[in-house]
């Protein structure tokens, strides 16, 4: 058995090297794919990226803000090719960042995305975090599991 803290440690080392991530949205039942870059905050518990208003992702989330974000870790063995399995989705939801917040969190998100400064800086650009309420991780096609994210606080982090 797998136990909370190793979970815990992949989550966080998957989330500290990825930069992009997949977001899947959903409006009057069609679904919507779109690459974002995240940046996550306390340990997890929370995804920030941007976006512009006028888009489809957004209007998306007007209207459902339940979301899902898939992170692929997995990697190949150079001696061999062999792929190890590691595939993370943070299923949550979506609110945009409030007017105390948000110099804090673009200053987090552009020092992981240095690239996006232009963007964020757009007028009609939106910053946006996911509630992270649970993630799924995949070790490969029979090592599936579901953490809720308080399940993967230490003891000291519990409310």
Not at 82 to 95: E, K, P, Y
Request: hydrophobic residues 40%; contains cysteine; glycine residues 4%.
């Amino acid at each position: 058995m797998t136990s909370p803290a190793s979970i815990k440690d992949s989550i966080q080392k998957l989330l500290n090297t990825t930069s992009f991530a997949v977001l899947a949205t959903e409006n009057a039942g069609q679904p919507h794919t779109s690459l974002i870059a995240i940046t996550p905050v306390d340990e997890g518990q929370r995804l920030v990226f941007a976006t512009y208003r006028n888009t489809r992702k957004f209007t998306n989330l007007l209207q459902n803000q339940r979301v899902s974000v898939l992170m692929d870790g997995s990697q190949r063995d150079s001696r061999d090719g062999a792929a190890a399995s590691f595939v993370l989705s943070a299923v949550g939801r979506v609110q945009e960042i409030d007017a105390t917040s948000r110099s804090c969190l673009r200053d987090a998100h552009l020092k992981k995305h240095p690239d996006l400064a232009a963007f964020t800086q757009a007028p009609d650009c939106v910053l946006l975090e996911v509630v992270v309420e649970a993630y799924q991780v995949v070790h490969g096609i029979d090592n599936v599991t579901w953490w809720c994210v308080d399940e993967l606080k230490y003891p000291s982090e519990k409310a």
